[in-house]
């Protein structure tokens, strides 16, 4: 998706703001599922809180926005725009981030009733609805090789059900562990839809996409997605539990606010890089970085919290790194064709080349 920004900006200029939101939302990817887990095990049972935490770092987005004007004001003085958010647009990043808090609460379920590396495993699947959305939605061609990522991925999570009793946390019935392992693949699904309706809102903007908009468009999203779980904390009343939660915590008081912030800021830079990511690379390409982090946070599970790696998992993962890796090495072959298509229409027929 070829967008373009308000300076005009370089390749390479591009290219590293691309690689900083893949670093981002690598981190984020990874780091998010782990402590929010660790919230959950110490003594965190306020499903309402977890999901709020997700995205209730979005003041950090106020910091580089800060920084961005106050750029513009040095070099275009009093000329420079405050914001480059639309009305439209502003709709549409608040929907957005509604239905983001919908799937944040469904996903902090899942996570409170399923280890870090089926949770991950599950959410890997991603990659199969933003495939399928980014086709209704932003016309994303199909090629042999996303569909036999989609069916690996697929099969994968079908690997996972077949072992599900024998990956069920102590203390924890079948039922609560199904409604877990249904509700994380229904996180999984929202959000890959969301993914390609954030390119779809790029492509539709009708004007100049910079940084800086994407950064407003990310708080927009956080605040109403946050103001969706703040509701949910009011009308469950799950607020008033919050300081005995912290009391009882059993890694102490302090420890419980170093978790709380730490969630809030791993998340948010979840969503500044898949943004980012949406924004100069594609949905898609989120979604295979989420999917390709997958080993990751799954071996980072087990090493953790010592979760059981059953064979059923080592399945599940081999099936999903081979669906990347063929996803991966065929958007390159499709990427490679375009490039020397446009090459070939470029090249004058009149042209000789050197002997």
Same mark, same amino acid.
């Given at each position: 998706?070829?967008?373009?920004?308000?300076?005009?900006?370089?390749?390479?200029?591009?290219?590293?703001?691309?690689?900083?939101n893949?670093?981002?939302?690598g981190?984020g990817n990874?780091g998010?599922?782990?402590i929010?887990?660790?919230?959950?095990?110490?003594?965190g049972?306020?499903?309402?809180?977890s999901s709020w935490?997700?995205?209730?770092?979005?003041p950090?987005?106020?910091?580089p926005?800060?920084?961005?004007?106050?750029?513009?004001?040095r070099s275009?003085?009093?000329?420079?725009?405050?914001l480059?958010?639309?009305?439209?647009i502003?709709?549409?990043a608040?929907?957005?981030?509604?239905?983001t808090?919908v799937?944040?609460?469904?996903?902090?379920?899942?996570?409170?009733?399923?280890?870090?590396s089926?949770?991950v495993?599950?959410i890997?699947?991603?990659?199969?609805?933003?495939?399928?959305?980014?086709?209704?939605?932003?016309?994303?061609?199909f090629?042999?090789? /996303?569909?036999?990522? =989609?069916?690996? %991925? #697929?099969?994968?999570a079908?690997? &996972?059900a077949?072992?599900?009793s024998?990956?069920r946390?102590?203390?924890?019935?079948?039922?609560?562990y199904?409604?877990?392992f249904?509700?994380?693949?229904?996180?999984?699904?929202?959000?890959?839809?969301?993914?390609p309706?954030?390119?779809?809102?790029?492509r539709?903007?009708?004007q100049?996409?910079?940084?800086?908009?994407?950064l407003?468009?990310?708080?927009?999203?956080?605040?109403?997605s946050?103001?969706?779980?703040?509701?949910?904390?009011?009308?469950?009343?799950?607020?008033k539990?919050?300081?005995?939660?912290?009391k009882a915590?059993?890694?102490?008081?302090?420890?419980?606010i170093a978790?709380?912030?730490?969630?809030?800021v791993?998340?948010?830079?979840?969503?500044?890089?898949?943004?980012g990511?949406?924004?100069?690379?594609s949905?898609l390409? /989120?979604?295979?970085? =989420?999917s390709a %982090? #997958?080993p990751v946070?799954?071996? &980072?599970?087990?090493?953790?919290?010592?979760?059981?790696?059953?064979?059923e998992?080592?399945l599940?993962?081999?099936?999903?790194?081979?669906g990347?890796?063929?996803?991966?090495?065929?958007?390159?072959?499709?990427?490679?064709?375009?490039?020397?298509?446009?090459?070939?229409?470029?090249?004058?027929?009149s042209?000789?080349?050197?002997?």
């Amino acid at each position: 998706m070829e967008i373009t920004s308000q300076a005009d900006p370089s390749r390479k200029k591009r290219r590293l703001l691309l690689i900083f939101n893949c670093i981002i939302l690598g981190i984020g990817n990874c780091g998010g599922p782990l402590i929010t887990r660790l919230y959950f095990l110490d003594g965190g049972k306020s499903v309402w809180f977890s999901s709020w935490m997700e995205t209730g770092g979005w003041p950090m987005n106020l910091i580089p926005l800060l920084l961005t004007y106050i750029q513009r004001r040095r070099s275009e003085g009093s000329n420079a725009k405050l914001l480059f958010i639309t009305p439209r647009i502003f709709m549409k990043a608040a929907i957005i981030g509604v239905l983001t808090g919908v799937d944040d609460y469904v996903y902090a379920y899942g996570l409170s009733k399923l280890p870090v590396s089926t949770t991950v495993l599950l959410i890997a699947t991603q990659l199969a609805f933003t495939a399928g959305f980014a086709r209704l939605l932003v016309n994303q061609k199909f090629t042999a090789a /996303s569909v036999n990522a =989609i069916v690996l %991925l #697929t099969i994968g999570a079908g690997c &996972l059900a077949i072992g599900a009793s024998g990956d069920r946390p102590p203390g924890e019935t079948e039922k609560e562990y199904i409604l877990g392992f249904v509700l994380t693949l229904t996180a999984a699904c929202l959000y890959g839809f969301v993914l390609p309706w954030i390119e779809l809102t790029y492509r539709t903007a009708k004007q100049a996409i910079t940084y800086t908009l994407v950064l407003e468009m990310q708080l927009v999203m956080c605040f109403f997605s946050t103001s969706f779980c703040s509701f949910g904390l009011l009308v469950s009343k799950d607020f008033k539990t919050i300081p005995d939660e912290a009391k009882a915590f059993s890694m102490g008081v302090g420890k419980y606010i170093a978790v709380c912030i730490g969630s809030a800021v791993l998340w948010q830079l979840f969503f500044m890089g898949v943004v980012g990511v949406s924004c100069f690379g594609s949905s898609l390409m /989120s979604g295979i970085i =989420i999917s390709a %982090l #997958t080993p990751v946070t799954e071996v &980072l599970g087990v090493l953790f919290y010592h979760e059981k790696f059953r064979g059923e998992k080592a399945l599940s993962l081999v099936l999903a790194l081979w669906g990347f890796v063929s996803y991966f090495y065929g958007e390159m072959q499709t990427s490679k064709e375009s490039k020397d298509h446009e090459e070939s229409q470029d090249l004058n027929p009149s042209q000789t080349l050197p002997i």
